[in-house]
């Protein structure tokens, strides 16, 4: 009886120490499926044998083998060629006025075509009918600037002008820069028929006192800012025009200029004639304007 409880115990103990082992493999299998599958994986990215990865890539391969063949048929593909422009879908309305009128070419019957752009262009009929209207904005501009030129212009209703030519002595002639440095020293402004004139102030505003033209061996030129460095004259041509606004003004500030160009420029000053000028000779002019 005692042997028979001996036997029961140790096959108790037996069958807890199957049953514990069989749970701690069990346990030991997931552990092993999960470490396996971390170790498959490198940055969340699958591992695949080196039979897996020839089958992974077969089938890439079939798929970029498709696109290209789908890529083929594309190309191969006949174009359509337009040869001539298409034109814009027009909606055409024909309103009938008589039920008895058959003719299409009757002038009863009322054609209105909208084109497809119809909202973002402008008829042909408005835009040749704006260029027919004037423009009180460029007409004003213009009147302006033909107002400017008459005001501007040395010879508008002169009826006699006052010159003095002033010429280097021994055939020194006198070069563009040079006149670009008395135009800057004098205060003469470059201005209308392209000539150098000198204002009542230095800033070319107020009453033209004077011009300066120059000579050379075509005889009297006017001053090419394009080409005046690089030209060169004969003589400087001083004048003003009579009748003049401030006739004593200008004639004094011409002749002390011609002065002082004469010293610079080592000339000599001459009338239109080539008679020259003394200091006896600007004296009695000067008297005769003052009476003018």
Request: aromatic share 6%.
């Amino acid at each position: 009886m005692e042997v028979l409880n001996i036997l029961a115990i140790l096959l108790a103990i037996a069958v807890l120490i199957v049953g514990i082992y069989i749970i701690i493999r069990g346990i030991r299998s997931n552990n092993d499926e999960l470490d396996n599958s971390k170790s498959n994986q490198k940055h969340g990215l699958p591992i695949l044998a080196r039979n897996e990865r020839q089958l992974h890539h077969d089938h890439q391969g079939e798929d970029e083998d498709a696109l290209s063949s789908m890529a083929a048929a594309i190309s191969s593909a006949p174009t359509m060629v337009m040869d001539e422009p298409v034109a814009p879908a027009t909606v055409t309305t024909n309103t009938q006025t008589d039920s008895k009128q058959t003719d299409i070419g009757e002038s009863d019957d009322v054609a209105t075509t909208e084109t497809a752009f119809d909202g973002l262009s402008v008829p042909s009929q408005q835009i040749n009918k704006s260029f027919e209207q004037q423009s009180p904005v460029l007409d004003r501009h213009l009147d302006e600037q033909q107002s400017f030129d008459e005001s501007t212009n040395p010879l508008q209703d002169y009826t006699e002008t006052f010159t003095i030519v002033i010429t280097p002595q021994f055939g020194a002639s006198i070069s563009g820069r040079q006149v670009l440095d008395i135009a800057r020293n004098y205060g003469l402004k470059h201005g209308s028929m392209n000539m150098f004139h000198r204002h009542e102030y230095e800033d070319g505003r107020g009453v033209r006192w004077f011009s300066m033209m120059a000579e050379d061996k075509n005889g009297p030129t006017a001053f090419d800012l394009n080409t005046l460095a690089d030209d060169y004259f004969d003589s400087l041509i001083l004048f003003l025009v009579i009748p003049h606004k401030q006739l004593l003004r200008g004639y004094d500030s011409m002749v002390s200029t011609a002065g002082l160009l004469a010293g610079d420029l080592n000339a000599i000053l001459t009338d239109e004639n080539r008679m020259r000028f003394d200091a006896e000779s600007f004296d009695r002019l000067r008297a005769i304007f003052a009476n003018h």
